[in-house]
């Protein structure tokens, strides 16, 4: 099993660029998340997934969009770069039933210049 | 939503010593309390957790400990070892993924 598996870990973009964070788990987890790190901030919650086809919001979803085609992979979007969007991104995933315990990427540093 | 307290922010011990980090939380219809840890450069991997309707849990070294009524939980480390330094969140939740994490809690644990 690989786990939950990001790529790239680390990106640097300029401001107004797009790019999609990739997200994939082997564990036929149903959930799926993204949550962004900031210093001092703790983890807050952008998007999360509950199933094939669903998604839904978290604490921070403006200039991101998700989408969840299969249960495995679970990309995020960034429409138009920009420095405050400059974070550590990990994407976590977990059973349903287990949704406390949510298993974590290795994470992605990206960089708004 | 839940607001999610997490103190001491740093904490410094001498290698053996015990430590302990309380969170606290607002949401009374939280009923899951789990503790996370975060080694440098890595995710935050679940370590401990309990649920609302047990007070104590323990796990070798580490517990975690829950009132409900003051809506506090606290992480417990004894004999704490150098390969315990980490960021240690809390992050206490009602279910489906709506999880919200504290600030952290860096703990450094000297030789």
């Known amino acids: 099993n690989a786990g939950v598996t990001q790529t790239p870990k680390f990106q640097v973009l300029k401001t107004g660029q797009s790019m999609t964070l990739q997200c994939a788990q082997d564990?036929?987890?149903?959930?799926m998340s993204w949550y962004r790190q900031d210093p001092g901030m703790g983890l807050r919650l952008i998007h999360y997934s509950v199933g094939a086809g669903i998604t839904d919001q978290g604490e921070v979803p403006n200039g991101y969009n998700v989408s969840r085609s299969t249960t495995e992979d679970f990309p995020l979007r960034l429409l138009s770069a920009a420095p405050s969007q400059t974070s550590v991104y990990f994407c976590a995933s977990s059973y349903a039933d287990k949704d406390y315990e949510q298993y974590f990427g290795p994470g992605t540093r990206l960089t708004v210049t | 939503g839940e607001n999610v307290e997490q103190h001491p922010s740093t904490l410094s011990v001498q290698e053996g010593d015990s430590a302990v980090i309380k969170c606290t939380y607002s949401d009374s219809a939280s009923n899951y309390f789990p503790w996370y840890k975060q080694e440098l450069g890595k995710g935050p991997q679940l370590i401990i957790d309990?649920?609302?309707?047990?007070g104590e849990k323990k796990d070798q070294r580490i517990a975690v400990t829950l009132n409900k009524t003051a809506k506090h939980f606290s992480l417990h480390i004894t004999e704490t070892q150098p390969e315990d330094s980490a960021v240690y969140f809390c992050?206490?939740?009602?279910?489906?993924?709506?999880?919200?994490f504290g600030t952290g809690t860096r703990l450094l644990v000297s030789p």
């Open positions: 992050a206490p939740n009602t279910g489906f993924q709506k999880l919200v």
């Open positions: 309990i649920r609302s309707n047990v």
């Open positions: 564990m036929n987890h149903e959930y």
